[in-house]
């Protein structure tokens, strides 16, 4: 029977609803060959109606999202508003409140797309990181003493309960087994200095890989030596897990391996619950309106949202279509030296879907 998806987008700022539009563009062609359909609902959410209203993220909108089956962001950021507002009051806010404790970050080069790291194609650049998405310093547990004075302190705490470790844990083993690649599944932490935080993972990790998946090798790295991996030897990665902060920073690190913001995408999932997918760009002001921004990362985030959702056929199909495209039609993937616009972009994956 015909599955209808009910999801939620947010273009958001900037070039967002530029390639929101696209991605959108590409639901609505495969969905008909796959036999399901898409009932979208947009919501006006981002820095023009703070701006304009004040209001950042109403609860009424947190808890309508609740009810869809998947949300699709465009980006959010905008040069009016101080750095950090939307930020937290949008997408930091919305991870927490639908406990997206996964940011899922395919790190995977295509072919035709330029890395800069030498010597290395899409035979190298294939791997996840799973980074944990609800705990560490981003809780926002901390605070000041004697702010303002010459003895001002700062504290960010960063927290991890063994429940969040665990669930963690237990998506990333599973990623890996279902990935079926080279069933390996690596720990990136710092278990020489954060002795408590780290030690915690690094127990937690081997206690369930021994018990419950034990055809999975299991590796360690410390998070510095890992940045330094990523850019000799990418090929030895299959799986990465990680904590929030350390995720944070070398997933953009694997995203321009893999040739940067006009390719790379990303999930804040909830297995249990309502997803979000990103591209992870930002906002771009810069090229706001111009048709000139690449939209083949809004578009690969809607493909993994058909893949969460079970429509893997589909995904695989948009999949292969962006890899036609990056190695056979764009001249590059930056803004304004593609050889296409915008929207060209999407019709060239429609073709290639429907
Ligand atoms: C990301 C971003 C966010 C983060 C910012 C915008 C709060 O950098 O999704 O990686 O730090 O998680
Ligand atoms: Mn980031």
Redesign the pocket.
């Known amino acids: 029977m015909k599955k209808t998806y009910k999801i939620a987008t947010i273009p958001g700022d900037g070039t967002g609803p530029e390639v929101t539009r696209e991605a959108v563009k590409v639901l609505h062609a495969i969905a008909p060959k796959y036999d399901f359909g898409i009932d979208l609902h947009e919501y006006d959410i981002g820095g023009d109606r703070y701006l304009k209203k004040g209001e950042i993220l109403p609860d009424s909108v947190v808890e309508e999202l609740r009810g869809y089956d998947s949300i699709l962001l465009g980006a959010i950021g905008h040069p009016d508003v101080k750095p950090g507002i939307l930020?937290k009051g949008i997408?930091?806010r919305l991870r927490f409140e639908l406990d997206q404790y996964i940011n899922l970050r395919p790190v995977k080069l295509f072919p035709g797309v330029e890395t800069p790291l030498k010597d290395k194609g899409p035979e190298h650049i294939d791997y996840v990181v799973i980074r944990e998405n609800s705990g560490d310093v981003y809780c926002g547990a901390g605070g000041f003493t004697m702010k303002g004075t010459p003895h001002e302190t700062a504290v960010q705490t960063g927290i991890y309960t063994r429940y969040q470790v665990d669930r963690c844990l237990k998506y990333a083993y599973e990623y890996t087994r279902k990935r079926a690649k080279r069933n390996t599944l690596a720990l990136c932490g710092k278990t020489n200095v954060l002795t408590y935080m780290y030690d915690l993972w690094e127990r937690a990790f081997h206690e369930m890989g021994k018990a419950q998946y034990p055809e999975i090798q299991r590796d360690y790295y410390h998070v510095d030596a890992t940045c330094m991996w990523m850019v000799k030897s990418p090929e030895w990665f299959d799986v990465i897990v990680t904590g929030n902060m350390f995720g944070?920073i070398i997933?953009d690190l694997a995203a321009i391996t893999q040739g940067g913001m006009g390719i790379a995408a990303g999930g804040n999932i909830n297995p249990e619950g309502v997803s979000m997918f990103e591209p992870?760009g930002g906002s771009a002001p810069k090229y706001t309106g111009k048709g000139v921004i690449n939209p083949l990362a809004a578009i690969c985030s809607a493909q993994m949202m058909l893949d969460h959702l079970g429509e893997t056929e589909a995904a695989s199909k948009i999949e292969a279509a962006v890899m036609e495209i990056t190695g056979k039609k764009l001249k590059s993937l930056s803004a304004g030296k593609m050889g296409y616009s915008t929207s060209e972009v999407g019709d060239l994956v429609c073709s290639l879907v429907s």
């Open positions: 930020e997408l930091l944070d997933t992870i």
